[in-house]
Each structure stands twice: as structure tokens, then as C-alpha cells.
């Protein structure tokens, strides 16, 4: 009963009023945002998270280019919490000149629908942010450790861009940590998938202003819509909005650039709840589960 009231939430749209932005995105943007996918879904492959291996991998196939640039996993963790399981991999990619921290999802995505709360709280984000409890708590558990991992892998791999990714659960960990990374004087570029409304308008406002985020959704994947709106949450912009169906592959012309904090252009006014579609971006990402 509860998984169809948040059903019925979503699509309960208070956005503000925001415009879509009906042109095709360059081959280099598609080529990055199809990588880091990738990258997200190897979050989800145990052998890169439990095990001592020297390059990621993905036996589901779903990460081709990272397995091709031999991207070797530098720190990986799995800590459990009341809020759900932090999981994840720091890694350095020679072929890109990257480091890549990338937040696993969840692994039971239909209880953890069911079970999201709406509790938001006040944060030192910025000023006027609140965000959301559960996300917010579950990165501080991680962020000490992470950060001093970050620290060590920037000195030796100097030059090398930060990225921070994820899907899902994981998408949430990878804005809230990168938002507090930037505070710090860190530069990071996000890339999220299927990400969760992670706060309120003043902190979806202060994400946009920092730049360098390319959060990506998917026709009518449920979980960018949830929280709802009508709890106080709200989405940053801009939006990367993947029209293509299930299991069909993306181009430049099927992203559409939605602008606006809170837009209701993209995913948000879509009148479906999906779950599949939350599990395909760009490859069937939680394959490795």
C-alpha cells in the first residue's frame, strides 16, 4: 500500500515554472555521460567493491569502457547503516586521466522505494538548505575516510579530473558528497543517475550555481520524482532527460536538456511511475546485482 501512495505523491507536481531546452547534445557529452553509467553500474558488481581484483569489471558486460581502460580500483568500502548499505569504489582511470568515486544504488530497490522517508533537515550546506536526513547521514558515515582516500590518490595521480557518480541511492551520495567536497575547495564534476530529490529548492538552487553536474533521468523512472515536491524537495538543474524506451539505445537526439530548478518539463511531468525504467541508463546499470 505505502510503494502505491508514493506512486500517487509523484506525480503530484508543485515544481516551478522551468523551460525545456529542445536541442540534440554533443557526441563528446553523450560519450561521457554513457561512461560514467558505466562506472555507476560497476558500483554494483561485488568483485569490484569485496575483493582485491587490479582492475574493475562488470560479468553482467554492462561496463565495456571501463573494463577497456583498465581502471584500477584504489580504495573500495561497504559499510551498513540504518539508512541503507554505503557502498562503493575510488578508482583511477589512466585512459581518462580520471579519478572516479562511485556510490553503489540500492540493492533492493523495491523496499527501499517503500521505505524512503521525507524527513528533511537543516544542513551547513548553505545557507537555507535543508536535505535530506537519511542521504545526508549516510554520507557523513563515509566522508572522513573518503576524503583522506581522495587526498592520497590526488597527490599521486596529479592532473586527473574527480568525478563523482552513481545510481539511484547512489546518485543521492554522489551530489551530497560533491556539494560538500566543493565547500571544501575540492573541484569535482557529478554525474548522477535516477537520482532521488536529495533536499529543497534552496539547496537544489545552490547545486545548479556550483556547475559541473550532469544529472541524467530517464522517461518515467519513479525515483527522480520521489521525494515529492509537496514535501519541500526539489530538483537541480539542469536535467538530462533520456527519452528513448527500455532497453533501447541512447543517441544525441534522444537527450533532451531540460533548464530550471524544480522543472516539471522532464521526467517530473511524466504521468508514470516506473521502475524499469530506473534500472536502464545507457546499459541495464544494477545488472551486476
Known amino acids: 500500500m505505502l510503494f502505491w501512495t508514493l506512486i500517487a505523491l509523484a506525480s503530484l507536481s508543485t515544481a516551478l515554472p ?19 553509467a558505466q562506472y555507476s553500474a560497476a558500483s554494483y558488481c561485488s568483485n ?5 581484483a587490479t582492475t574493475l569489471s562488470c560479468a553482467a558486460g554492462n561496463c565495456p569502457e571501463v573494463q577497456t581502460a583498465k581502471a ?33 544504488g540500492s540493492r533492493t530497490l523495491g523496499t527501499w522505494i517503500a521505505n524512503l522517508n521525507f524527513d528533511l533537515s537543516n544542513s551547513t550546506l548553505c545557507s537555507g538548505c535543508e536535505v535530506h536526513t537519511g542521504f545526508w547521514k549516510s554520507w557523513d558515515t563515509v566522508s572522513a ?8 590518490a590526488m597527490k599521486d595521480y596529479p592532473g586527473y579530473t574527480l568525478v563523482l557518480t552513481g545510481h539511484s541511492f547512489g546518485a543521492a551520495l554522489a551530489v551530497l558528497g560533491g556539494t560538500a567536497l566543493r565547500n571544501a575547495g575540492y573541484k569535482p564534476s557529478l554525474y548522477t543517475y535516477g537520482e532521488p530529490r536529495v533536499g529543497n529548492a534552496a539547496l537544489a538552487t545552490y547545486i545548479t550555481n556550483q556547475g559541473s553536474l ?7 523512472d519513479i525515483v527522480p520524482k520521489l521525494p515529492p515536491a509537496s ?3 526539489s530538483q537541480p538543474s539542469p536535467e538530462y532527460w ?16 531540460i533548464q530550471g530548478v ?28
Open 18 to 36: 522551468a523551460g525545456l531546452t529542445r536541442r540534440d547534445i554533443s557526441s563528446d557529452t553523450l560519450d561521457q555521460l554513457d561512461l560514467f
Open 48 to 52: 569490484n567493491i569485496n575483493s582485491s
Open 72 to 104: 584500477a580500483p584504489l580504495y573500495a568500502f561497504d559499510d551498513s547503516t540504518q539508512y541503507g548499505d554505503v557502498a562503493g569504489f575510488l578508482a583511477a582511470d589512466d585512459t581518462n586521466k580520471l579519478l572516479v568515486l562511485s556510490f553503489r
Open 145 to 152: 575516510k573518503l576524503t583522506s582516500e581522495i587526498d592520497s
Open 214 to 220: 550532469w544529472r541524467v533521468t530517464h522517461t518515467d
Open 231 to 233: 514535501f519541500g524537495f
Open 242 to 257: 533520456i527519452t528513448s524506451g527500455d532497453n533501447v539505445t541512447v543517441t544525441t537526439s534522444t537527450i533532451q536538456v
Open 262 to 289: 524544480g522543472s516539471d518539463s522532464g521526467n517530473a511531468g511524466t504521468s508514470g511511475a516506473s521502475i524499469e525504467a530506473h534500472k536502464w541508463y545507457f546499459e541495464d546499470v544494477d545488472a551486476c546485482q
